[in-house]
């Protein structure tokens, strides 16, 4: 009963270092999401895919960059960090409206840019 | 552009209590709406999913019910617990994307 697995747990960063967030489920579902949450506050979406090889942006996306070449890996680029991406990362997937759409979170990864 | 606001910010209540938490959502687009919980540095657990059809959803002693001409949907947790501390966040799917607001944050005391 994996779900939605997501590694690093922990990261930190020097500023202008790059790295990948790694998402991956295996669920078969076709829709994927990326949310940063700053503390004390909601989950801001950044990117997300409704199937593999199609991904758009959400409403928080400079800095990042997500592909998805397969149904189950989605992972999200930072190229350039910066202390305003120190956040806490959430990956997500559903299986459509059709699968009503209940969204599934990873445990998150909590990054530093220092 | 979809928004999604919930009251109050924060809620304390002694044990025992019945509880209503408010969810407002500016866009009645929104076809399913989806309670989740979130404890302290941990991910988030969904509690309840209402689709567009659906007037309200029960799992023991969590109702929610949505009301899309009014862009409401509340939580109703009857019998609060300490284990109910948490922070709750209401989302709304619109077209493909959940858009989340900013929760309410429950301290529930012995």
């Known amino acids: 009963n994996a779900g939605v697995t997501q590694t690093p747990k922990f990261r930190i960063l020097k500023i202008g270092q790059s790295m990948t967030l790694q998402c991956t489920q295996d669920m078969n579902h076709n829709y994927m999401y990326w949310y940063r949450q700053d503390p004390g506050m909601g989950l801001k979406l950044i990117y997300y895919s409704v199937g593999a090889g199609i991904t758009d942006k959400g409403e928080v996306p400079n800095g990042y960059n997500v592909s998805r070449s397969t149904t189950e890996d989605f992972p999200l680029r930072l190229e350039l960090a910066a202390p305003s991406q120190t956040s806490v990362y959430f990956c997500?997937?559903?299986?459509?409206?059709?699968?009503?759409?209940?969204?599934?979170f990873g445990a998150g990864t909590r990054l530093s840019v220092l | 552009k979809q928004e999604v606001t919930q009251i109050p910010a924060a809620l304390s209540v002694p044990e025992g209590e019945n509880l209503v938490l408010n969810c407002s959502f500016t866009?009645?687009?929104?076809?399913?709406l989806q309670w989740f919980r979130q404890d302290p540095g941990k991910g988030l657990t969904s509690l309840l999913l209402?689709?567009?059809?659906?007037r309200e959803q029960t799992s023991g002693r969590l109702n929610a019910s949505l009301d899309k001409s009014s862009g409401r949907s509340t939580l109703y947790i009857a019998a609060s617990q300490p284990g109910d501390s948490a922070t709750y966040l209401c989302?709304?799917?619109?077209?493909?994307?959940?858009?989340f607001g900013t929760g309410t944050r429950l301290q529930v005391f012995p």
């Open positions: 997500a997937s559903n299986a459509g409206p059709l699968a009503k759409n209940i969204q599934y």
């Open positions: 866009d009645s687009a929104i076809y399913n």
């Open positions: 209402i689709q567009s059809s659906q």
């Open positions: 989302a709304g799917y619109n077209t493909d994307k959940l858009i």
